[in-house]
């Protein structure tokens, strides 16, 4: 198989877009942010319709952070979006009213309070579970004044990992033409993340993942599945992983690229270290590979129909002039 051209190339200037932040320089920064998230997140999932495998409640990357999109309310819509440049929340009503709250080191709990605050100004209402996903133990926001760092330049330095990551990701996306899902941080897990689907029916998943139901996890791999994306947790500054669900025979010992790649018996996935992607002569071309040897592993070993599923997304444009609908 043969890997797409990156247009990054290889210059010095694509290795600096790729920054450097330690695990371990920013753990109770990360934690914090993850429940934060979570509180966000929980919003789309109260008032945004089911759609098939939770996509409905993830976030996505925006030019300056981390956004809802637009989340249907009453006959209008909002959206929450954390800015990671000027630190704050920023919650918008399609009626005009906007809020903020600041990022600073303050607790869940004060956080939590804020931005239901910020929320009752502004006329939405919420009913979600108050406490977080996905996590052990599971302190209810209301109650947590365990988690309260806020390290700004942490998080701007997160968010510019997440804006490369998402980069990526999507080109890597758009090779796919069958079912596939949007590159969308889901904030159970605090992961970024873009599956493909072969279209076939999965046994039902056992479950098992903390304080959450495993109906959840059933309706997340109901369909058979390649998943890739990326973690702030593994490696000295977060990883990548690529798994399949079912994890077909042979797959664990395909050989995947780039050095520094390997399969995590733990884990039940492959693994690359972020900082072995950003050290790379071209971060950009490491990154791809490991995302397309991973899911030829995928799709090989568990016989996709790849010839239906995969295509070139310049196919018309290497076959007509550059324009497009609109």
């Known amino acids: 198989m043969s890997l797409p051209h990156s247009p990054s190339g290889s210059d010095t200037s694509n290795r600096t877009a790729w920054p450097s932040l330690r695990v371990a320089d920013w753990t109770k920064t990360r934690d914090t942010l993850h429940m934060w998230t979570q509180i966000v997140g929980k919003l789309r999932l109260a008032h945004a319709p089911l759609v098939n495998h939770w996509w409905q409640v993830a976030l996505y990357v925006t030019p ?3 956004t809802t999109s637009a989340v249907p309310y009453g006959d209008g819509a909002f959206d929450a979006e ?7 929340l920023v919650i918008r009503s399609s009626d005009g009213a906007s809020r903020e709250v600041a990022l600073e080191p303050v607790s869940v709990a ?14 939405i209402e919420a009913s979600f579970q108050r406490r977080p996903n ?16 806020y390290d700004a330049t942490a998080a701007h330095l997160f968010w510019r990992q997440l ?4 980069r990526v990701l999507g080109r890597f996306r758009a090779e796919f033409t069958g079912k596939v899902s949007p590159v969308h941080f889901f904030w159970g897990a605090m992961d970024l993340a873009c599956t493909r689907f072969s279209g076939r029916a999965a046994p039902p998943h056992p479950g098992g993942a903390p304080n959450c139901g495993d109906w959840v996890m059933e309706e997340g791999y109901s369909r058979e599945l390649s998943s890739c994306g990326f973690w ?13 669900y079912p994890e077909p025979d042979g797959f664990a010992t395909h050989p995947v690229r780039p050095d520094g790649a390997y399969y995590s018996t733990e884990n039940g996935q ?3 270290p972020y900082e072995a992607v950003r050290t790379a002569r071209d971060p950009d071309h490491a ?27 310049l196919r018309w444009g290497r076959t007509a002039p550059r324009e497009g609908p609109g």
């Open 134 to 149: 996905e996590v052990e133990p599971s302190i209810p926001f209301a109650d947590d004044e365990q988690h309260c760092s």
């Open 64 to 66: 300056r952070g981390l």
């Open 270 to 272: 492959f693994l690359l």
């Open 287 to 313: 990154l791809t590979e490991f995302l397309y040897t991973t899911y030829e592993a995928a799709a090989e070993h568990g016989d996709w129909d790849r010839a239906a599923l995969e295509n070139d997304p």
């Open 232 to 244: 702030p947790g593994g490696g000295d500054e977060g990883a990548f992983y690529s798994y399949a």
């Open 110 to 123: 004060t956080f939590y309070t804020r931005t239901m605050r910020a929320l009752r100004e502004l006329g």
């Open 82 to 88: 954390f800015d990671f440049v000027e630190h704050r």
């Open 163 to 166: 804006l490369q990551a998402n």
